[in-house]
């Protein structure tokens, strides 16, 4: 009976290494023999529904009721997808919404300023000529305009200020959209209305080329400081000079015109580059080269130089 047992435990353990996967529970054998000495109990392999892997339903890999790979019956290899994204937190109220959006405002540029600018000239709101950028004296002229109309006084052109400016306003010309100076030319004197004429007002500061009143052409202009003012008074250009340099603060002077001793009318990098931030020493400087080129080949010795404030 012994031996019988010994030769049971082996197979079952030939059977275990056969299987790998397979546990056969061979710890509990017990062998019962009647009484010619046949065995009447088989082995207890430690499971109580003949599955060989104790399984409730027969798969080979002690799975519940799905396929070989241990998976459930419908499912595919895709990862599970994750938690929802929460949603955003609502944002504060927009402390701007429901006001008129701005059309134009600090910092645009563009034809529609330009026009804005050229109808506020009208109304006498905007003291320079349009730019076609909207910056602070722009934003202060329609703040006046938005005080005369009873609206907001936001300084932005919105819808609402647009209409009011266009209501009180023609559609400006041309020339007024693109004027030749930054400032509006000032009413020419009345020495400025007959005759060949360098018209130059303080007070503007700007210059027109005349000729029997018809301005011809027109330019900003800078004068001197207070410690070398430009003369005022009529006076006649005595020579010209194409390439002049000073030899008293050795700095060219190109299309120099001169009409009071060395106070002259010509060509400034300096104001090109600084603009109205500094001065001359006493002449009358013009920043736009094409211009005072186009000037000086028309002007004579002997045309008449008025400069008044």
């Known amino acids: 009976m012994r031996a019988d047992t010994r030769a049971l435990r082996a197979l079952c353990g030939a059977v275990a290494v056969a299987a790998l996967s397979l546990t056969v529970g061979c710890d509990e054998i017990h062998i019962e023999t009647d009484a010619n000495g046949q065995s ?89 000529n349009p730019s076609g950028y909207y910056g602070t004296m722009t934003t202060a002229s329609v703040k006046a305009l938005q005080k005369k109309a009873g609206l907001a006084q936001s300084g932005t052109t919105d819808a609402g200020t647009w209409a009011a400016l266009r209501k009180q306003t023609k559609a400006p010309s041309a020339a007024q959209l693109n004027p030749q100076t930054s400032y509006p030319l000032a009413d020419p004197d009345k020495r400025c209305t007959s005759g060949r004429v360098l018209c130059i007002s303080k007070e503007s500061r700007t210059l027109a080329w005349m000729v029997d009143g018809e301005v011809r052409a027109a330019m900003d202009v800078r004068f001197g400081s207070q410690y070398t003012p430009t003369r005022e008074g009529t006076f006649k250009v005595d020579f010209k000079s194409r390439d002049h340099h000073s030899t008293l603060y050795d700095t060219p002077m190109p299309y120099a015109m001169f009409f009071s001793g060395g106070q002259a009318v010509h060509y400034s990098d300096d104001f090109a580059a600084a603009g109205y931030s500094g001065a001359s020493h006493g002449c009358v400087n013009v920043r736009e080269k094409k211009k005072i080129a186009q000037v000086f080949s028309q002007v004579k010795a002997g045309d008449k130089v008025i400069v008044y404030s």
């Open 40 to 128: 009447t109990s088989g082995a207890s392999a430690g499971s109580s529904g003949g599955g060989a892997t104790g399984g409730n339903s027969g798969g080979a890999d002690n799975t519940d009721s799905g396929g070989a790979d241990g998976k459930d019956a419908g499912t595919d290899d895709r990862k599970p997808a994750g938690d929802p994204k929460p949603k955003p937190e609502p944002k504060p109220d927009d402390p701007n919404a429901g006001l008129p959006t701005p059309l134009l405002k600090d910092g645009s540029e563009g034809k529609q300023v330009r026009e804005a600018q050229a109808r506020l000239q009208q109304l006498a709101l905007f003291e320079r």
